[in-house]
Every structure is written in C-alpha cells, then in structure tokens.
C-alpha cells in the first residue's frame, strides 16, 4: 500500500516536471529558422585578404581571382544573390565583419573554437595544414635543425599557433609579421630562417619559383570556413551552405581546386624586369591616381580647419584658444592608423554611421594633417611684425581688415613653405590607408607582388612612381608660389 502510494506521488511529480517544461517550450521564443529564399537579388558585402595566394590574389589584369574568389562568386550565382568584393587585409576583413561594415568574410579564416566566440562560421570549405618552408640553400632539414634559429610566421594564422607550440621544444624564435610576402621576403635576405604557413599557400609559393622548399610533412590544422558576425546575416550564411553543397555534388568545387592546386595549376608569368614594369604600370597608376585624389581633397579640408583652429589659438577667448590646444594635442598626439580604424570600424557601432573607405581615409587625413596646419599657421600669423598691426590701426583700420588685408597675405607667403612639406607629407602618409583597403599606391603594389612574389622589384618600381609623383607635385607648387609671391 505504502509502495502504491510512493509510485502515485512519483507518477505526479513526473508529471509536474513535464507539465512544467512543457509550458516553458511554449513560453520560450523559437529561433528564427534562416530564410534562404530571403538571399535572393540582395547584394552583399564580402571582405576578404589582400595577399593570400591561390585563395585571393590579384591577376596581371588586376582582377581578385583565387579559390575564395571563385567559390563565393559561384556559390552567389547559384543562390541568386550579388557580391560586392573588397579587399582589406585579413584582420581588417575580420573586424570589418564583426563591427557590421561587411556581410560576409571569406578569406582562409580558420574555423576555431576562440573565433567561434565572435563568429559564426559556414560549413567547411577546405582543410587546411601546416608546412615548415626553407630557403631552397638552406641545411635545415627538420624541426630539430630550428635550435637557435629565426622562424617566421603570420600573425593570427595556424602557422603562429603551431610555431609557438613547438617553440620550447626546439628552441627557436618566431618574428611575427603581416604577410606571406614579407615572410617570403625575409628568408631570401637571410633575415629569418625558416617559415611556417598553411600548406597551400607555401605549396603556391614554390610553383611560383620563390626559392622556397618544403622540408616537412603537412601538419594536422584546422578547416576553413566562411564568416559572419554573430547571430547575424544567417540567411546569407545558410544560403552559402547549400551552395557549396551543390558545388560539391556536380563538380564544380573540385574544378576549382584543380584550377589553383592541381597540377597544371595557374602561374604567374616570369617576365624581365622591364616587362614586370609594363604589366604593374597600369595597376600602378591608378594607385597614383587614387593617392592624389585622396591628398588633395585631404589637404582642402586640412586648410581649412588648420586655418580655423590657427585664428582660434591666438584669439582672445581661453575657451577657444582651449578648443584648439585640444584639437592640436588630440591629432598631433596619436597615429593617424588609429583614426582610421575608428572611423573605418568603431563609428558604424558606436554611431551606426558607416563611410566610405576613400572618405573614411580624407577624413583621417585631413584631422591629421590640420592639426599640424593649425601651428603652421598660428606661427606664420605671429611671425608678421606686430608693428604693422598697430600702424594701421592707428590709421583707423579695423581689426578685421588689418588681418585681412596686411597679415593674411604675409603669413600666407611665411607659411607657404611649410605647407607645400605638409602636402608631400599627406601624399606619403596615404600609405598608411592600406590597411583599410584603400586602393592607394602601395596597396597595389601588395597586389602584384602576392601574384608573382617579385616583392624587392615591384617596392623598387613603387618607389621610382613615387620619386616621381612627389617631385612633379614639388614643381607645380613651387611655381604656384612664384606666381603667387609675383603677384602680391
């Protein structure tokens, strides 16, 4: 009887917890399921890498070709939504994501459980490795030969991760640097060792003749997968799932792959030097054209805040002149890379206001620039004798005619100099927007010399258009000056 009862009281309690978790499910939100149909006609925003050969590199024509390319392209096709493809660097492409500038990520990233944590990833599209590489002279012919050596790896790639986890073992030191070019680069200058990188790309750069031999056996790594921010653009992501699915199931996937790693895989034509030049040219001078274009809409704007905050620090009102110091101290006091990411990155998240990377690198340049303007002209004002000042104001002139008819026109003579150094100054700082993806003149250098590795010839041609770019503008100033200073 005793035991009838204690099943009643179980079979009751059973059914309260069931009862209970019944009208939980019912009172919990059911996620959302992706709507794959929903992809249909929409264009996306898809980052990827600068420089990572055979997954994204840029062809003799200039277009962005590799593995990544053709998968995210046919897999669009099939879906039926657009692309829209712009390349940043892997860490900027990562973040571009993450903060909302971009929809999509596809650039070799590596499916981890720490990225998981900001990410959510596509089904896998490649297994990776990893590869130790030498200079084709070199003796090394293990890890154990590493004792005491230079290895250099990829910042935030699996070839870091395995470098540091052997790193005790063995004994070497690892430099960290931002492409396979420049780690390619360094072994032929015998400022490193040995290399260690994913395996098709180390297998790409000995096909392409880098002067580069493999001396190990493909470590185990991770899988490749294409990237979201996470708990977002799951209908993108689910759409580029069943894509690669049907590229897998007719073929299509493994042509792809055959196309960049097999064995009659794309090369880049070796040509001479001068034939290098003429190919690069073209890519080269719209990296020209860019740089000028940014510069001087730069400078513009440059002028006009350095001339603004210059009357503000010599006004009579501490506050402005307190507004300007800040100004000048704010600008002058950090990188200008640093302005860069924040109105690249953080101001879509921070202010949901997303710019366009030529107006993301004007702006930063321009704040960079006028807070150095600022001083320029603030000392070009006080360098004209005061004396002249009180004479006309003793001759009943105001002070704003005074400054505008006697000063400005001899402070803008002492201060011409220094500005045409700030302009030669912008033009070689817009390097610095890269790192954005902004296509100046070295960015299209890094676009050459991924394709072919040729990296000491492509800076050398790079640095002749530049000589020759800033020497003209140098000409072009100066003989404004003249005519300026003929005239007044």
């Known amino acids: 009887m005793h035991k009838t009862k204690g099943l009643g009281r179980l ?17 919990a939100p059911v996620p959302a399921l992706a709507d794959v149909e929903s992809v249909k006609g929409k264009t996306y925003r898809i980052t990827t890498d600068t420089t990572f050969a055979p997954f994204e590199y840029r062809d003799s024509n200039g277009d962005l ?8 392209r046919a897999i669009a096709e099939e879906e039926g939504f657009n692309v829209q493809i712009e390349s ?19 650039a070799g990233a590596s499916i981890t459980d720490e990225r998981k944590q900001t990410y959510d990833f596509s089904d896998p599209y490649f297994d990776s490795g990893v ?18 050596k230079k290895v250099v790896v990829k910042t935030g790639t699996e070839g870091e991760t395995f470098a540091k986890s052997i790193q005790d073992q063995y004994g070497f030191d690892i430099v960290s640097v931002d492409q396979t070019s420049t780690m390619v680069q360094m072994l032929q200058a015998g400022q490193a060792d040995a290399m260690f990188d994913d395996y098709p790309i180390i297998a790409y750069g000995i096909a392409q003749g880098n002067g580069m031999k493999s001396v190990t056996q493909k470590e185990a790594g991770n899988s490749y997968g294409a990237v979201v921010a996470k708990g977002k653009n799951q209908d993108l992501l689910q759409a580029f799932n069943e894509g690669l699915a049907k590229l897998k199931a007719d073929g299509r996937y493994d042509q792809i792959m055959e196309k960049y790693l097999g064995d009659n895989a794309t090369k880049a034509e070796q040509t001479s030097f001068f034939g290098l030049l003429q190919q690069s040219a073209p890519a080269l001078l719209t990296g020209v054209k ?6 001087v809409v730069a400078f513009a704007g440059a002028l006009v805040l350095g001339i603004l905050f210059g009357l503000m620090k010599i006004s009579g009102s501490k506050i ?10 704010l600008f002058r006091g950090t990188p200008l890379l640093i302005w860069a990411f924040f109105f690249y990155f953080a101001l879509p998240q921070v202010a949901g206001v997303k710019l366009s990377v030529f107006a993301v690198g004007a702006l930063a340049l321009a704040l960079n620039a006028g807070s150095y303007i600022t001083e320029i002209v603030r000392g070009a004002i006080q360098s004209v004798d005061p004396g ?8 009943g002139c105001s002070s704003s005619l005074t400054m505008r008819a006697i000063v400005f026109p001899q402070a803008a003579k002492i201060a011409t100099p220094s500005l045409i150094n700030q302009l030669i100054i912008m033009v070689k700082d817009s390097s610095i927007l890269l790192a954005i993806g902004f296509g100046e003149l070295l960015y299209q250098a890094q676009q050459i010399y991924a394709a072919n590795l040729r990296v000491s010839e492509v800076l050398f041609i790079v640095a002749m258009f530049y000589l020759v770019t800033i020497s003209l503008l140098t000409m072009l100033a100066n003989w404004a000056t003249r005519r300026f200073s003929e005239n007044g």
């Open 88 to 106: 940043l660097g892997f860490n900027a492409a990562m973040v571009a994501t993450e903060s909302g500038n971009s929809d999509m990520t596809i």
């Open 65 to 72: 070709v590799g593995i990544d390319m053709d998968l995210i």
């Open 388 to 395: 002249q000042t009180e004479a006309a104001r003793c001759l």
């Open 320 to 329: 402005l002149r307190a507004i300007a110091s800040f100004y000048v101290w």
């Open 11 to 27: 079979a009751q309690l059973v059914c309260l917890v069931m009862a209970v978790f019944c009208a939980l499910s019912l009172a």
């Open 290 to 295: 860019n740089t000028l274009l940014v510069t």
């Open 131 to 148: 590869l130790m590489a030498v200079p084709e002279s070199s003796d090394i012919t293990g890890y154990q030969d590493l004792k005491g």
